[in-house]
């Protein structure tokens, strides 16, 4: 009874704010009242409300939160213990301006709310865009028209309707909020359309013609009603009236510098040593004699096990939705010059691992970074980075490579099996379970399950991906001259050309974690006398990760037109509807996919995690033991409780490796180089070994 009051007392709360802030000095009699509403438990859905007296209506109502339009009196899911704030003006152009907080009451309320500007932080340092902080370029987008589809507020993608009448002639001026044009549904009610910007009517839509938001099989763009083009171009703005920009992110350029340097520097190796790659991926090179534990192919399935995960099926459907068809070709290119980093950084696993007596590996980028450096008289340089690197790496391994798959797969398996909804705990314990079950046996049992996963889940995928693309043969040229069109010559709403770049190269980069030096920890543990091979063998991995399931993810958006009837949000949800306009239970097969990508995914990142965790507290078994458990426990947290500010912390840890790692790859890039060099002479003089079986079969 008490805490129900408490609730209700919390839920009638109101700010009055003074009327003293106005642009003239007075407010002529108009004051606010602000309501705040936390509503539940869970995190990032607070609610506020503006109530105006006096002052002239329309009122405009300018939120922190861009996602609140300005003709908005409440905004809603806002984070429950940080500051907000908001700008009331009427006609007359009187303004007050006052901050807010919605109370945090829940335990994880007030831990996210504490997370978040650490997050803020953090993500100020990775996406800072310097190229626009120096005066380069412009980041604000702009457009020479708007684009005028129907309303997805007040329509149905599958709802059509008899376009009526035209309200306004073809070439005149319109102002925002003009009535336009009249739809008439099947039920002979009248819908009207309005203008959404002041400029020329550009009438595109014929009366008599039926319209819907779906767009036509095989046009790969949304239907438009018209467009409204401007006098000069305008910044386009977020719904809160802040001006959109498309920054360069500096862990993209990071990243992406790295991908193309290693490129040059090694002579186009992704090109050269890809048939070599995959020799030694089905076991030609595999020396039973040679120190380490697992095979070439299993550290390859390990390292992509990893790769291969929720970014490829949610994260590629937010990057189209948000850059276009087009982000697709700049995607599969930045995963082609990413073979060339991941070759360098496993290189330099395997050469300065450990074998300790009892035949355990320690390698990645940890010893590489301490040892490498040490070498060239950078000891205290290698030092720092080492350690930067494995604080990051278990970090990581605990958020984006655990608890963010564990949450997404319970989310969407949960969809498709009802009777799971609201018991996240057991899910968890479950999925712990079935995780713990592998990872307890080290890397020589994770590399038994990826080396038969992986093959399953991609061959799975893809064969779905195959049979929505096949539904639409026929309109394959258009699909990828959309993609080609759309990645040189992008529309203004999309964000421009940097825009469509950045967002197709930020989620290659992000997706394969090429320069993020996991792979380098999983390929330490490879059956090998020659380092190099294990780059050899890594080339692959971008390959099948970006250049094959990003793009087919992408494909069968773009291929059943979901990449433009969506906002972005929801990723997973965007990629299962794609699925299921082909065949009703396709996603159900999707759900299936997530949940083998999450545990992947998750088995892998555990031995990462592991791997940074010894380098920092030291090799005992007993201290690798409590590191696996509390692995465990964080599985069972990520699928049980929402932790939306820690997730994106620790994600973007992962990213934040590459710093480390890139710099000390920069630095033995002369090493990496000639070593390659020293084994392509052996490779072409026949000194390497090949295992027996291939040469009986003449191959």
């Avoid at 009603?225 to 809160?240: E, G, M, R, S, Y």
């Avoid at 995959?278 to 096990?305: C, E, W």
């Avoid at 799971?420 to 479950?430: C, D, I, S």
């Avoid at 940074?612 to 599985?635: A, I, P, Q, T």
Wanted: glycine fraction near 10%.
């Amino acid at each position: 009874m008490i805490k129900s009051r408490l609730f209700a007392l919390v839920a009638l709360l109101f700010i009055t704010f003074s009327n003293t802030s106005a642009q003239n000095g007075s407010s002529n009699g108009m004051s606010v009242t602000i309501a705040l509403h936390n509503p539940s438990s869970e995190i990032n859905d607070g609610v506020a409300k503006v109530e105006v007296t006096g002052g002239v209506a329309p009122y405009q109502y300018k939120w922190s939160n861009i996602n609140t339009p300005l003709d908005d009196a409440e905004s809603v899911g806002l984070i429950e213990g940080m500051e907000h704030s908001v700008t009331v003006s009427d006609a007359n152009g009187t303004k007050i301006s006052k901050t807010f907080k919605i109370p945090a009451e829940s335990i994880t309320e007030i831990f996210n709310s504490k997370v978040q500007p650490a997050v803020d932080v953090l993500g100020a340092v990775l996406f800072w865009d310097a190229f626009a902080t120096a005066g380069l370029y412009d980041p604000v987008v702009y457009a020479s028209h708007r684009n005028l589809p129907l309303s997805a507020k007040d329509i149905t993608s599958d709802q059509k309707y008899t376009f009526k009448k035209w309200l306004v002639a073809d070439g005149s001026r319109v102002k925002a909020g003009d009535k336009i044009a009249v739809l008439e549904s099947n039920a002979n009610q009248e819908f009207f359309v309005y203008a959404t910007a002041e400029g020329a009517l550009e009438q595109v839509t014929k009366e008599g013609t039926i319209v819907s938001r779906k767009p036509e099989t095989g046009s790969f763009k949304s239907p438009l009603v018209a467009k409204i083009n401007f006098d000069t171009p305008q910044p386009l703005l977020h719904p809160n009236g802040d001006v959109k920009t498309k920054n360069i992110p500096f862990i993209v350029i990071w990243l992406i510098l790295g991908s193309i340097f290693f490129t040059l520097r090694l002579k186009f190796v992704n090109i050269r040593g890809f048939k070599h790659s995959l020799d030694l991926a089905r076991g030609k090179y595999d020396d039973p004699n040679a120190p380490g534990t697992i095979t070439h192919f299993q550290a390859m399935a390990t390292a992509v096990s990893a790769t291969v995960g929720l970014g490829n099926i949610a994260g590629v459907a937010v990057a189209i939705s948000l850059g276009g068809a087009g982000a697709t070709f700049w995607m599969f290119l930045a995963g082609f010059f990413g073979m060339s980093l991941k070759f360098a950084e496993c290189t330099l696993g395997v050469k300065y691992r450990i074998i300790d007596e009892d035949g355990r590996i320690f390698g990645g980028p940890m010893n590489y970074l301490r040892y490498g450096l040490e070498k060239r008289n950078l000891k205290k340089l290698g030092k720092f980075l080492a350690i930067l690197f494995a604080v990051l790496g278990v970090g990581a391994s605990f958020g984006g490579g655990n608890m963010l798959q564990s949450n997404q797969a319970f989310k969407i398996v949960s969809e498709e099996l009802p009777f799971l909804q609201g018991h996240g705990f057991w899910f968890g314990v479950g999925f712990a379970l079935l995780v713990g079950a592998v990872i307890i046996g080290g890397i020589k049992s994770i590399a038994k399950v990826t080396a038969k996963v992986v093959p399953i889940m991609a061959i799975f995928y893809v064969v779905g991906c195959l049979v929505v693309i096949g539904y639409h043969f026929e309109f394959i040229g258009g699909a990828f001259m959309a993609i080609v069109d759309g990645a040189f010559s992008a529309e203004a709403l999309k964000g421009g050309f940097i825009g469509v770049l950045i967002i197709g190269l930020q989620r290659a980069a992000f997706s394969s974690e090429a320069g993020v030096g996991s792979a380098a920890i999983a390929h330490s543990a490879s059956k090998t006398n020659h380092p190099i091979a294990d780059g050899f063998t890594s080339l692959v991995e971008p390959f099948i990760d970006t250049m094959l399931v990003c793009t087919m993810t992408a494909l069968v958006l773009i291929f059943t037109g979901m990449h433009e009837t969506s906002s972005g949000l929801g990723g997973v949800e965007l990629t299962a509807d794609a699925f299921g306009s082909v065949v009703s239970w396709f996603p159900s097969v999707l759900a299936i996919a997530v949940f083998l990508f999450a545990f992947s995914t998750m088995v892998s990142w555990s031995y990462y995690g592991m791997r940074s965790w010894s380098y920092l507290f030291g090799r005992s078994k007993k201290l690798e033991l409590v590191y696996k458990v509390l692995y465990l426990l964080f599985v069972v947290l990520g699928a049980s409780v929402s932790l939306g500010a820690v997730l994106s912390f620790a994600d973007m840890m992962i990213l934040a490796m590459s710093f480390p790692n890139i710099i000390g790859l920069y630095i033995m890039a002369p090493e990496i180089n000639a070593d390659m060099k020293a084994y392509w002479k052996k490779l072409k003089e026949g000194k390497l070994y090949i295992n027996p079986k291939f040469i009986k079969s003449n191959d």
